[in-house]
């Protein structure tokens, strides 16, 4: 996913210390009718398999993911399951492998596993082993994408494997793509999957990254399922003044009236605003989290008290915030090319997150009204994010991980969340796919905040559990009963 780990922490602030060990999970009884997936050997060679993964240093840029998209379809094709890699440009590409139902595949039933194959970069004085070494200790296999996406990617291709091996009878085809470049921006990857390769992996339904099983005090606490992303988009600001000899200086200073603008900027307080995917979660999460925030998120829909209720809510967690309004972050400054030389033009960008459905335009709007100077442009890159729509929360798949899920966590709730990051699921949205984001792996908040941090690392115990809890998703959804 493309995020910083320290926006996260807030989400799960409330979710406590580290454990393992899931007190309430239930064994996965293997389909009455199925081969029975041996799942003690299954999980081993996932953890071969994943080991072998993070020794593939697939870092982005440069991202060498055909090494990985080779390895995975050694694996697949040994398993007698279909597998070809593409590659976009020399040394990157993807991996698509298919179980077919049957000879008359129907995309629009069809379930997309999706799962990217680069990781970002890592500073390696920081970690205590080596993040391509595949270490384990202690009960947790260490390494630069054990979670962001490696583990995820294995857990796509175990449940594949499980299905083969069991021989199960399928109701609708399982596709598995492996893509590279997620982490920037996708166009050696799931653009050119899309855009060249959309036959081979059309699909109604998808299951990707991007979804939270979040673990406290030993209980699966929520399985957070994601439906909806937020719309980055990069807004470069310019303003421009008087230039001239550093010595001799002018009111009209464009880096002066810059400051002035951004400083009018970070002030500005977008509107609150709730969607249907955001409703539901607070709705949910009011459930299961310390009371005296949940109260707040049950005030959200009162019309006389949900003003401050918003306002509780988003002074608790800038995660929260994020969720309920567009936001505005300026990250980057540039103006200038000498000490000495005041500059006819400063520029800054401010990375911008939309609700899913609102307007670029708008923003920009109120932005040039507050700013109210006309020596300051402001121009919005949008190719940079997807305004997708959001997923149902009625569908066929959101249900089935509703069932599963009381299944494998009993008195479990699944809340449906939007996340603040951008993930390749955006781009299967707009072609009307039902995608839906699903970490399977429980995890501590501790575990969570690793993801592109030092000392990445996985929990065997919950690699094993989020192997089974997908494979029930996925047979839950696409196998004959
Ligand atoms: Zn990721």
Redesign the pocket.
Known sequence: ?RWKPGVVFALILLAGAAETAFAQAQPLQTQPQAGAADFEKLYIDALGWLQGMIRIDTTNPPGNEMAAAKYLADILRKEGIPAETYESTPGRGILIARLSANSMPDPSRALLLLG?LDVVGVDRSKWQVDPFGAVIQNGYLYGRGAI??KGMTIANVAVMVALKRSNMRLTRDVILLAEGD??QGGQAGMKFALDKYWEKIAAGYSLN?GGRAILKNGKVQYVGVQAAEKVPVDVTVTATGTSGHGSVPVPDNAIVRLSDAIGKIAAYQTPYQLTPVTETYFEQLSTVIDPEIGKWMRALDNPVRSDLAQKKISEASPVWNSMMRDTIAPTMLNAGIRPNVVPSEAQATLNVRLLPGNSIDGLLLNLKNIVNDPKVAFHADTSVGEAAPSSSLDSELFKTIQQATQEEFPGVPVVPMMSTGA?DSAYLRLRNVQAYGLLPFPLTEEDTLRMHADNERIPLDSFRKGIEFLYRVVSDFAVAK
């Open positions: 996913m990217h962001d996406d997620e982490e990254e993930t």
